[in-house]
């Protein structure tokens, strides 16, 4: 029974972490938040508790990268299973100032593998990135057949830690793994209370496009428009917040009653450009946006979506939401943000 279940969520003030949460008390799970609240705001919490009336979420102002305050979250709780997204994220970052990168993310995740281990905990969902794919290969990505080759700290972090938890389930044989690889989530949830509101800018379309909206000229930038593809710009993933984070439910169903590890893709399978995205969100907001193209940003590759046939088969699971209900959620967030 999910209600006797509780789960950590580490990153869960943050943008994919608040609506997983979200979605974890809606399906009747208890929820421990571990949050330092470095790229997420205190304010989220109430966000959370008002669209689903909870009054059992736990709140932890925790660094994981400290082992013992991570030891003290499992030595007060009786866990079942851990959603990990406490993580830089930013590819940008990543490539200017890779050691602290690799620092935090590794650290934390050992620091969490460790208590786990410590307490016989061994359901752990782990959030990755298809960041981790070989930029030289052809759209769209498959989970056992496309090759592993990121080409950016980022990537490369999110490929070890995948590594690290493979060998773990290899030597232990009793932990239970789900790594998601996601592509390009966006909007936010329908009732405008939570969406992707970081402190440290990571490159995203969707707070890039809500800044264009504050600023004078509403001048929105997209890194370049000389690539090979339709119009120019990049073909993204782009996938629904809410649609991603009921993922993370079916794939945390499917390890509390199966064992070793398993990798799925979470996307919509569809590539959309970039500049499709930029005139899908002025549509919602019916204002048209002073679009300059500027050079190509290090760590963008041309072509990236997902094959979602796995995750479809294994998970029951697909994204139902298309790229104009995603902008238009996106815009009904930022009228509470601007």
């Known amino acids: ?41 205190i304010e989220t919490l109430s966000h959370i508790k008002e669209i689903t009336k909870s009054d059992t979420l736990q709140f932890y102002d925790f660094n994981l990268c400290n082992y013992q305050d991570v030891y003290k979250i499992f030595d007060k709780n009786n866990i079942d299973g851990v959603m990990h997204f406490a993580a830089d994220k930013s590819v940008e970052m990543s490539i200017k100032n890779p050691l602290n990168f690799y620092q935090n993310n590794l650290t934390s995740t050992l620091n969490l593998l460790k208590a786990m281990k410590a307490f016989n905990v061994n359901n752990i969902i782990f959030s990755s990135s298809a960041t981790v794919y070989d930029s030289k290969l052809s759209a769209p990505y498959f989970e056992n057949k496309s090759l592993l080759n990121p080409n950016n700290p980022y990537g490369r972090s999110k490929l070890y830690i995948e590594e690290i938890l493979n060998d773990i389930c290899v030597s232990d044989g009793g932990i239970n793994c789900a790594i998601l690889r996601y592509f390009n989530p966006i909007g936010a949830h329908p009732s405008g209370k939570i969406g992707e509101n970081s402190i440290n800018d990571g490159g995203n379309l969707g707070p890039a496009l809500v800044e264009s909206l504050k600023s004078k000229n509403k001048v929105f930038k997209i890194f370049g428009h000389d690539y090979d593809t339709k119009d120019g710009t990049c073909i993204r993933d782009f996938i629904h917040i809410c649609d991603l984070s009921k993922g993370h439910i079916n794939a945390l169903n499917f390890i509390l009653n199966s064992n070793g590890t398993h990798i799925w893709n979470l996307g919509s399978g569809n590539g959309y450009s970039v500049l499709e995205a930029v005139r899908s969100f002025e549509k919602a907001i019916q204002i048209d946006l002073n679009i300059k193209f500027c050079s190509r940003r290090d760590g963008d590759i041309p072509i990236s979506f997902a094959s979602t046939l796995k995750a479809e088969n294994d998970l029951n699971w697909t994204a139902k939401v298309g790229l104009d209900e995603m902008m238009s959620d996106l815009f009904e967030w930022s009228k509470n943000n601007l």
């Open 1 to 41: 029974m999910t209600k006797n279940k509780t789960i950590l969520v580490t990153g869960g003030c943050g943008y994919i972490g608040s609506h997983c949460v979200v979605e974890l008390l809606d399906h009747g799970y208890k929820v421990i938040i571990a949050d330092d609240l470095r790229n997420s705001k």
